[in-house]
């Protein structure tokens, strides 16, 4: 099958393809947000231990640490739209379990066999999914393509949250797990409805004598070559040592220091992702208005202070307003960098690029996962989000220096 080669022009709400991709992922979306509360409290609630929630986001985070390395070589040999079904269905499969052999008792050792092979397996749904938009939407649409994906998952993120805690409090976390496992396959069936032309990409002749480990790190080499995408997945490789595990660390706070049910975590989180949804609609705009370099340091700055404010919120209220403020910051931020990052990459290469920024960015996270696990349990909620927050307003402060700074680093 050959390409789509037509350019991707006028509005994406007349693109049928991308429309139905669209909704397709915001279903999907909507159900991982089920197993985003689910999961943690499934732990908590049999172990009730906070050093168990961070350890076992740190080895599902270490799984998707390992599959990147193979993701992006995936996503840029095969044919991706069949790789996005697939990895739904797998996700399907492993997610079901769950609640299945839940039935016949309580088994946490499940969740540490289960949750790494489906975050392996996302890590490749994403590094595909990441390459695919740039095929529907082609490069000039790109950002605001990512900013609608962006914003209805977050719409659909604020009440899957909130029905999660409900789903939660009174048939189980399970309950909310087997809801997730069926958006993976509503995710399937809206990719299957998509045409196949609008993913391939023409293949490059690899280079005669080329080692086939060059394959694995050349995404890497691109990264490394360009002066904006270096830095920015250096400072974003500590950003997210700090941040990875900071959903588990805001529902101890709710649950331990503020005594609060599962029902208020869910509608906390789904005020907070109200914030998300914000941000994503907003991010085309401002970069428009601001450039590439002014509001992604803006951003960080802001999700530093967010942080901090973390820290000193007294009331369910004032978690959930600071974490909507801090969500939104950071979609702005991820939405300008994943664009950044389309923008400057060959098709041909963009698996392997996606794949080895995911790699190298997530590197630290599972060890900071753990850590802040580790030290919630030890020092309280509140040393660690004073800790993150000043960490993240340093990051911003080198990003100054760096060349992240200029406004159009797409147009060098």
């Given at each position: 099958?050959k390409a789509d080669t037509r350019p991707a ?254 029902s208020v975590v869910g509608v906390v989180l ?143």
């Amino acid at each position: 099958m050959k390409a789509d080669t037509r350019p991707a022009t006028g509005s994406l709400w007349r693109d049928r393809d991308f429309l139905v991709f669209w909704c397709a992922q915001t279903l999907s979306v909507a159900g991982d947000s089920f197993a985003l509360i689910a999961v943690p409290l499934l732990v908590l609630n049999v172990t009730g231990s906070v050093a168990q929630m961070g350890l076992l986001t740190g080895v599902s985070g270490a799984a998707s640490v390992a599959a990147g390395v193979f993701a992006g070589v995936l996503a840029d040999r095969f044919d991706r739209r069949r790789l996005l079904i697939t990895c739904d269905i797998v996700r399907l499969v492993l997610y079901a379990t769950i609640p299945v052999v839940w039935v016949f008792g309580q088994h946490v050792w499940l969740l540490y066999a289960v949750l790494p092979m489906a975050a392996a397996v996302g890590m490749l749904f994403q590094v595909t999914y990441v390459a695919a938009v740039r095929g529907l939407a082609g490069e000039t649409r790109v950002t605001e393509a990512n900013g609608m994906l962006y914003a209805t998952a977050a719409a659909a993120g604020i009440l899957g949250p909130s029905l999660a805690g409900v789903v939660t409090g009174h048939l189980g976390p399970t309950a909310a797990i087997a809801l997730n496992a069926a958006s993976f396959g509503l995710s399937a069936v809206g990719v299957l409805l998509t045409r196949a032309s609008r993913y391939v990409v023409e293949p490059v002749e690899p280079t005669p004598g080329r080692r086939p480990w060059r394959e694995l790190v050349a995404g890497a080499e691109f990264l490394f070559r360009h002066p904006v995408l270096r830095t920015l997945t250096i400072l974003l490789s500590f950003f997210i040592f700090m941040t990875l595990g900071l959903t588990d660390i805001v529902i101890y706070r709710l649950k331990h220091d503020l005594g609060q049910t599962d029902s208020v975590v869910g509608v906390v989180l789904g005020v907070g992702a109200a914030g998300t949804m914000v941000g994503s609609m907003l991010v085309a705009r401002m970069r428009r208005m601001l450039g590439f370099g002014p509001l992604w340091i803006g951003a960080q700055v802001v999700s530093g202070l967010a942080i901090l404010g973390l820290g000193l919120a007294g009331s369910v209220w004032g978690v959930a307003a600071i974490m909507a403020l801090y969500l939104a910051c950071v979609s702005l931020a991820g939405i300008c960098s994943m664009s950044l990052r389309q923008q400057v990459t060959p098709a041909h290469l963009l698996g392997r690029v996606t794949s080895a920024f995911w790699t190298i960015h997530f590197s630290l996270g599972p060890v900071g996962a753990a850590a802040l696990g580790w030290a919630a349990a030890r020092h309280g909620a509140t040393a660690v989000f004073i800790f993150a927050g000043a960490s993240c307003l340093l990051l911003a402060l080198v990003a100054l220096a760096t060349p992240v700074r200029q406004r159009h680093p797409e147009r060098a």
